[in-house]
């Protein structure tokens, strides 16, 4: 049987930290003065989102939910490939009388790679197997939070930078959309998502 996952974020809703400040920003381009501040913070978006594209990951704290068709046969692990996850909520599905249940981390599955780059899986408690359940494209959802952190300074380093640097670029290049950099690749390949 083939599992069908995707997932959709938990609130439509940006992040209200970013992992760099105007403040931040400003310094590196060595600015002091506060005419384009506006300019530089939406800047500072626009990064954090190519950024997140480019590698595929969450920087800071992001809910998502991930819908499943089914469970995994037996005691088989649920995989999530969006690491790093920070927290793994629950697991909901909808039992075979129409009712929806709620799994929880530590009660009824365990959690392996919490902040592992290369996802996180979720087993049943041992000697247990995943619940019985009604089979259906939405039938099972498993909400979690992935990113480096919830605070600017669990970004990693190399991250913030190449925010910085794409900044200073739009800074630098004002009205130029195109935004492609040898360094900017090379400072983020570590952190992108690789397809297997």
């Known amino acids: 049987m083939t599992m069908y996952p995707f997932v959709r974020r938990l609130s439509d809703l940006d992040a209200p930290v970013l992992p760099v400040t ?8 060595r600015l002091t003065h506060d005419r384009l501040d ?15 594209m480019a590698i595929g990951r969450d920087l800071l704290s992001t809910g998502w939910r991930l819908m499943l068709d089914h469970f995994p046969c037996g005691a088989a692990p649920i995989k999530i490939n969006r690491g790093p996850i920070l927290t793994v909520e629950q697991v909901t599905y909808i039992d075979p009388d129409g009712e929806h249940k709620t799994l929880l981390p530590d009660v009824d599955f365990t959690v392996i790679g919490l902040n592992d780059l290369d996802g996180t899986m979720l087993f049943p408690k041992l000697g247990k ?15 979690f939070y992935s990113g480096f952190g919830t605070i600017p300074a669990e970004v990693p380093d190399p991250l913030r930078a190449a925010i910085l ?4 670029h739009q800074y630098m290049n004002m009205g130029d959309a195109a935004f ?17």
């Open 22 to 29: 105007v403040k931040d920003a400003k310094s590196f381009m």
């Open 38 to 52: 506006i300019e530089i913070y939406h800047s500072i978006r626009t990064a954090v989102q190519s950024l997140t």
């Open 129 to 143: 197997a995943w619940p019985v359940f009604i089979q259906h494209y939405t039938t099972i959802g498993v909400d």
């Open 165 to 168: 640097y794409h900044v200073a």
């Open 180 to 196: 492609s950099n040898e360094e900017y690749n090379a400072t983020v390949r570590n952190y992108k998502v690789w397809a297997a």
